[in-house]
């Protein structure tokens, strides 16, 4: 494929990468040739705080079945836990 | 019977507007003269890959340098430079055009060069290579490895890729050989075809090979999409063209 395009999403929490915990404030999404996997293509996805610091990132490459597989488990432990955390805490400004 | 040996390390070369850019170079030992190849790399980046096809190119006998493309994102690790450039769109047109003409002053000015110097790119890199070679008017010779968006809709070009190569066909200065997998979606067979009925129609001096068989980068001996018998074949292909147009 070799694209330039990328999807960017903003997004709030830790990661944990090699220099330890990190504040997390993008996500950065596509479909293209791996860096390390021995695929064809791979759904990748760049986890940042600083969109242009290289280096401090956590980084996956997974196959097209098992994004998937992990986007309906993303979706279906939100489901579980909003039915069993059912008051919503007020998100701390910090990781706002 | 000639003792067969090369020199391969990571050198800085002038750029761009000035910009010291970080590549490798990987050249056969002896007088030459040779001739040279700019090695392109794809989009994830300056890897372990590209390299290893430098030094294959070597081997044949032609001095290559494959530039970082993304030297002012990082020098650091090739895979993390590459996701910062990647978020960022990618390396912008001009500044590659300009990385490439620093390269080919470069290669011509070593030694043992015999002042001949070709250009090959893989995937994105296939796209550059059609790109400089409609742009830069002394490469000799052009290999352009399934480049995807050689062809592009409007919606794929921005800022950075402003123009198509596809669209800077009357400017080709310099024979191109295309290697493309008929199973590929990036170019597809019909923008395969439609490249080629472009290039009839310009006069250009060109040589398209497709592969049954194959799909987009099937030289990459560490993916499931590497096909032996179809990348050896076409590896012969892109010899027989530099060594047509390269040789002394």
């Given at each position: 494929m070799c694209t330039w395009i990328v999807e960017h999403t903003t997004v709030s929490g830790s990661a944990k990468g090699p220099a330890g915990w990190f504040h997390l404030n993008q996500a950065n999404v596509y479909f293209d040739h791996p860096y390390h996997a021995p695929l064809d293509h791979a759904l990748i996805i760049d986890f940042v705080e600083t969109p242009d610091e290289v280096g401090n990132r956590v980084a996956v490459e997974l196959t097209e079945e098992s994004a998937r597989r992990l986007v309906d488990s993303i979706l279906a432990a939100l489901e579980s836990g909003e039915a069993g955390h059912p008051v919503r805490l007020e998100v701390p400004a910090a990781i706002a | 019977m000639t003792y067969r040996s090369m020199i391969a390390e990571e050198i800085f070369y002038r750029g761009h507007e000035g910009d010291q850019v970080q590549a490798y170079v990987a050249r056969p030992l002896g007088d030459g003269p040779f001739g040279s190849v700019i090695v392109i790399h794809h989009m994830p980046g300056w890897d372990a890959g590209i390299m290893e096809i430098?030094?294959?190119?070597?081997?044949?006998?032609?001095?290559?340098?494959?530039?970082?493309?993304?030297?002012?994102?990082?020098?650091?690790?090739?895979?993390?430079?590459?996701?910062?450039?990647?978020?960022?769109?990618?390396?912008?047109?001009?500044?590659?055009?300009?990385?490439?003409?620093?390269?080919?002053?470069?290669?011509?000015?070593?030694?043992?060069?015999n002042g001949k110097v070709g250009i090959i790119g893989f995937c994105s890199g296939g796209r550059h290579a059609v790109l400089a070679a409609s742009s830069l008017d002394n490469l000799d010779a052009a290999v352009d490895c399934w480049g995807g968006l050689v062809i592009a809709s409007e919606e794929q070009l921005d800022e950075n890729h402003p123009v198509a190569p596809f669209d800077m066909t009357a400017n080709l200065a310099s024979p191109l050989l295309g290697i493309f997998g008929n199973d590929d979606a990036s170019p597809t067979p019909e923008q395969v075809n439609q490249h080629e009925e472009a290039l009839k129609q310009h006069g250009k001096t060109y040589k398209f090979n497709r592969y049954d068989g194959a799909g987009h980068g099937f030289f990459s001996v560490n993916r499931p999409g590497y096909r032996a018998a179809q990348a050896t074949t076409a590896w012969?292909?892109?010899?027989k063209w530099y060594d047509r147009y390269l040789s002394a």
């Open positions: - | 430098a030094r294959k190119i070597a081997d044949q006998g032609y001095l290559t340098i494959a530039p970082n493309l993304y030297t002012r994102f990082g020098t650091g690790d090739p895979d993390e430079v590459a996701a910062v450039a990647r978020a960022a769109g990618g390396t912008p047109d001009a500044t590659f055009v300009g990385d490439t003409a620093g390269a080919i002053d470069y290669l011509r000015l070593m030694p043992t060069s012969v292909e892109v010899f």
